[in-house]
């Protein structure tokens, strides 16, 4: 099973970014995804998951409206688009697949975890 993120990058505050997961290893359209940031000297946090079937979407307060989950299960890829970027928002983030076709805000509900990719937004 991997895991594959990309997309981070040094960004102004104000700036959007792109963020991919390739999946590869297990059957990616029977599993929800999310993504989960950790900034240093925090913990891990979770930002934004993907359900499927459904396509239901769930997000943190902190990135509620600014950022957006996708996913294409052909090319079993899961996106978050990045919009109005803050310095806060510094971090490496992860991808994962979850147990289940659900995918929650809870970090022992994933089974399978990427690299991670760091985002980082100077003032």
């Known amino acids: 099973v991997q895991l594959q993120a990309s997309g981070g990058g040094l960004v102004q505050a104000g700036d959007s970014l792109r963020l991919s997961c390739a999946a590869s290893?297990?059957?990616?359209?029977?599993?929800?995804m999310g993504w989960f940031r950790q900034a240093t000297g925090k913990e891990r946090e979770f930002v934004a998951s993907i359900s499927w079937p459904g396509r239901r979407t769930y997000y943190a307060d902190s990135v509620q409206g600014r950022f957006a989950i996708s996913r294409d299960n052909i090319k079993n890829t899961v996106y978050l688009q990045m919009n109005s970027l803050k310095p806060e928002d510094t971090a490496v983030y992860y991808c994962?697949?979850?147990?289940?076709?659900?995918?929650?805000?809870?970090?022992?509900?994933?089974?399978?975890w990427g690299q991670g990719t760091l985002v980082t937004v100077s003032s």
């Open positions: 994962a697949s979850a147990q289940t076709s659900f995918a929650s805000s809870s970090l022992t509900s994933y089974r399978y």
């Open positions: 290893g297990f059957t990616f359209s029977d599993y929800g």
